[in-house]
């Protein structure tokens, strides 16, 4: 076998990182150059690189070889947001600072690193970059029909985890409520029908499901999270909207929780809407990936992941699949945003040794 001549050493995990986070690529971006920054490595290096999705959220796919794990990423983030008093990319001893280096650009940089070094060993290994994960996840849906996806041996989302394994994803659901009324001068409320009010039961109906449980991973949690009703104070509103946002644990499928939603408010002149809804994901024990893995690092523990990843596409058409990527979930949309870079170059380690202990 060559020897590897790459290093996964932190000062090339610095390069990468701060090249990939210095790259704007919020909603309010243009995604193509940030797609640029790893399309062009890739095929410098001899992937096969091919592009899907829409023209202002594009994917990326890109193999060496055939049958590789493929690991995927997002390079999307959220916007900067105020509060920060780092500079983006700035560098702290081992920790590095910006928008997306823990959600989830260090996770991507770690990609790369790995790509880079299996390249050189002949090892196959497959990527795929999505640009709308924080938006859409339509980028996913164009890769998870992909033959790589469905050829793989495995697929492993690089989501923040504190380089735990993340195998099990809370479930999402996103309604939306309407209260209609009849407006009036708030002085004549006999004239006109209240829609606030109307709103306000309605919620109260739903208010053991806004408890706040012990573990939040093992429990429905329920949150309301727009709330507009009216326009003036002497005016009585004739709508009101409450738009709620529901996660489900592993035992729960968010059909069965829109049905709870159903039963509670039954009987109301309410207009309720789906606007998102995302199955839970339980990866078991047993599986081929995490037996791998507790072998490859024996003291690595598993994790719950309380926020929607993109496992959720994969999981359709590929089931051993798990999240594991370097950095803290904590960090990710907050101010002064940052990643251990010890941990990205250890997450490539990581998948280096995936991939190559699975061609064994």
Not at 27 to 37: G, L, P, R, T
Not at 43 to 50: D, M, P
Not at 111 to 123: I, Q, V
Request: proline content about 5%.
């Amino acid at each position: 076998m060559t020897q590897s001549t790459t290093s996964l050493d932190e000062e090339r995990a610095i390069k990468l990182l701060r090249e990939l986070v210095l790259t704007p690529s919020s909603n309010q971006d243009d995604k193509k150059e940030i797609i640029e920054k790893v399309l062009r490595p890739l095929e410098n290096r001899g992937f096969h690189c091919e592009t899907l999705g829409e023209s202002d959220s594009p994917a990326l796919v890109a193999s060496i070889g055939r049958r590789g794990v493929l690991f995927s990423g997002h390079l999307d983030t959220v916007p900067l947001g105020e509060g920060w008093t780092a500079d983006q990319g700035e560098v702290r001893g081992s920790t590095l600072y910006g928008r997306g280096t823990a959600d989830m650009k260090g996770g991507c940089a770690a990609m790369l690193l790995a790509a880079e070094d299996l390249a050189e060993r002949g090892t196959p290994i497959s990527l795929a970059f999505t640009t709308d994960e924080e938006t859409k996840m339509k980028g996913a849906e164009f890769v998870m029909v992909h033959e790589l996806v469905l050829e793989a041996p495995a697929v492993i989302v690089c989501e923040p985890t504190s380089l735990g394994m993340g195998v099990r994803e809370k479930g999402l659901l996103q309604i939306r409520l309407t209260a209609s009324g009849k407006s009036a001068h708030a002085a004549m409320p006999d004239r006109g029908i209240n829609a606030n009010h109307r709103m306000l039961e309605a919620l109260d109906r739903l208010k053991d499901m806004m408890a706040v449980p012990s573990n939040p991973m093992e429990s429905i949690t329920l949150s309301i999270g727009v709330l507009h009703g009216g326009n003036k104070v002497n005016v009585i509103p004739d709508s009101c909207t409450a738009e709620i946002d529901i996660r489900t644990p592993a035992t729960v499928q968010p059909e069965q929780a829109f049905a709870m939603v159903r039963e509670r408010i039954a009987g109301m002149d309410l207009d309720i809407q789906l606007m998102n809804q995302l199955a839970p994901i339980l990866t078991p024990k047993d599986s081929m990936i995490v037996e791998l893995i507790e072998r490859l690092r024996p003291r690595i523990e598993s994790v719950d992941i309380a926020y929607a990843t993109e496992m959720v596409k994969y999981s359709r058409f590929n089931k051993n699949l798990l999240a594991i990527g370097p950095g803290d979930p904590t960090q990710a949309h907050v101010a002064d945003e940052h990643v251990d870079i010890r941990e990205v170059s250890e997450a490539a380690r990581l998948y280096r040794d995936i991939c190559t202990t699975m061609r064994k």
